[in-house]
């Protein structure tokens, strides 16, 4: 039996004459965090952006597992994918990619409206995860009166609010300084793994990496230093430290839901139906952390 959250097989995706992957197998389990690491071009933010359902693999299968099933995610058109990313995954990217106009409230508040939040449940829900980041008292701010670790955070509240059990970021750190950057990462870890969540980080640096439970490394395309190239998972050597805020309103959870576990490779997925996955657009927020 499987006991992936998301699986893929043979992936391949070429650009060109390029190759970004050749034939990758990677398992990643239910609350895990993994740094996928490697020199540039050696297709590490592809690998990542085919298992978000960014990109389409040219060939492979990605499975999916939610608590209803299995979803190949490989299989599925641009607006169920689009749905899919909106509903189950979370993103944090190197910038933040935040709205400049908006709010930090806003900026948390608006991956819920997308899903038909109303406003006010949205705030609601984006304030608490803001206040258990360590940005209460910041809400009405702009992107741009905040630091670069504080936007990092508002973009990490972005990530959770909706309840994604799986988050991607792609060098969520990268431009930040040491001190900052660790800072970050621990806010990072606390939101996600820490809440019995999924994390799938792209990053150079190895210290980032270091905190991880599993460390992937790519070259031209290939996963290196595992035993037949297969990403599988083997026992963590945890080295994360603990995220010390002034606030943490919400306790850890012992372990995230259930996922149904099929055996591997699964018949082709029907329609991604709306509405039936975690991380639906229902206003989420920490564990306590209602204002």
């Known amino acids: 039996m499987n006991t992936s959250i998301l699986s893929a097989r043979g992936l391949t995706k070429q650009y060109g004459p390029t190759v970004a992957l050749a034939g990758v197998d990677l398992d990643i389990l239910p609350g895990e965090s993994v740094a996928i690491m490697g020199a540039s071009g050696s297709g590490k933010t592809t ?121 991607f970021a792609d060098e969520p750190t990268g431009a930040l300084d040491s001190r900052t950057s660790a800072d970050v990462m621990g806010a990072l870890l606390h939101a996600t793994t820490g809440q019995g969540r999924t994390l799938v980080l792209v990053t150079h640096d190895e210290t980032v990496a270091a905190r991880c439970s599993r460390i992937i490394r790519l070259a031209d395309g290939r996963i ?50 709306p509405q039936a996955y975690p991380g639906q657009a229902t206003g989420v927020v920490p564990n306590g952390a209602r204002p």
């Open 224 to 273: 290196v230093g595992q035993p037949g190239g297969v990403g599988v998972p083997t026992p963590p050597q945890q080295v994360q430290q603990p995220y010390a805020p002034q606030q943490l309103p919400y306790q850890q959870q012992p372990a995230g839901q259930p996922f149904l576990q099929q055996p591997y490779p699964q018949p082709a997925a029907q329609p991604y139906p």
């Open 47 to 167: 690998l990542m952006h085919a298992l978000a359902g960014i990109v389409t693999p040219d060939t492979g299968s990605i499975a999916f597992t939610t608590p209803t099933g299995v979803v190949r995610v490989d299989q599925l058109d641009e607006r169920h994918r689009s749905q899919l990313r909106r509903e189950s995954f979370g993103f944090v990217f190197q910038q933040g990619l935040l709205i400049p106009e908006l709010t930090a409230v806003e900026n948390v508040a608006i991956a819920l409206m997308l899903g038909g939040t109303p406003r006010i449940a949205a705030e609601t829900s984006a304030a608490a995860w803001l206040a258990a980041l360590g940005l209460a008292g910041m809400e009405t701010r702009r992107i741009g009166e905040l630091s670069g670790g504080q936007a990092q955070r508002v973009a990490i509240a972005r990530a959770q609010v909706t309840g994604a059990p799986i988050v």
